[in-house]
């Protein structure tokens, strides 16, 4: 047993080399977002969480990337991805009548503005966009006239769960749903993506 002591204390007695206090790790994808205050990222990590619930959310994806993706879509379809100007955090492509355009989504005074409309959520504001041109197109400057219908989702058949929620959020809103005698867990879940899209 002295053996195994000494052996214990020469374990303990051991210098450990210490973690490095800073370690820098270039990120996989390289990020322009400025410094945020703290309401603003509070705003943009909530609305990067819904993101990436929608499954409409395509990250860093390239212009013709999201070009090529929407080319064979219906007319209206769209997607959110990052946007490949640093003063932006995101941009809208979808698919118009003469084919699949891109637009900014701007991100000041802690609102996403798009079309003269702005909402502290950019799901919110898609929302928003579906819902204002089933009535009338949205027309651009440029003559590009675009209408929201459809989000291109990443995988585009949605599980039980997303369907059931996605049609009780649309049925009911969530004010309505957030009324219900849920279980929490079940709460839970419609609150990570209270929307309709």
């Not at 007319?75 to 100007?85: A, E, H, I, K, P």
């Amino acid at each position: 047993m002295v053996g195994g002591s000494t052996q214990l204390d020469a374990l303990a007695n051991a210098r450990r080399p210490e973690p490095p206090r800073f370690q820098h790790c270039p990120p996989d994808q390289p990020t322009h977002f400025r410094p945020f205050r703290n309401r603003e990222r509070e705003i943009v990590n909530r609305t990067l969480r819904f993101l990436d619930e929608s499954g409409f959310y395509w990250g860093p994806l390239t212009v013709a990337q999201a070009h090529a993706l929407l080319m064979m879509e219906p007319v209206g379809t769209f997607l959110v991805r990052d946007s490949s100007q640093a003063n932006h955090l995101f941009s809208l492509s979808v698919r118009a009548e003469s084919g699949p355009v891109s637009m900014r989504i701007l991100f000041e005074k802690e609102h996403f503005w798009f079309n003269g409309a702005c909402f502290d959520c950019v799901v919110k504001l898609l929302e928003y966009c579906v819902d204002s041109t089933q009535v009338k197109p949205f027309r651009f400057d440029c003559g590009v006239s675009v209408v929201f219908s459809k989000p291109l989702r990443k995988n585009p058949i949605l599980n039980l769960k997303q369907l059931c929620r996605k049609n009780i959020i649309g049925h009911f809103g969530i004010e309505s749903v957030r009324q219900l005698p849920l279980v929490p867990r079940l709460q839970q879940y419609m609150e990570e993506f209270p929307f309709k899209l």
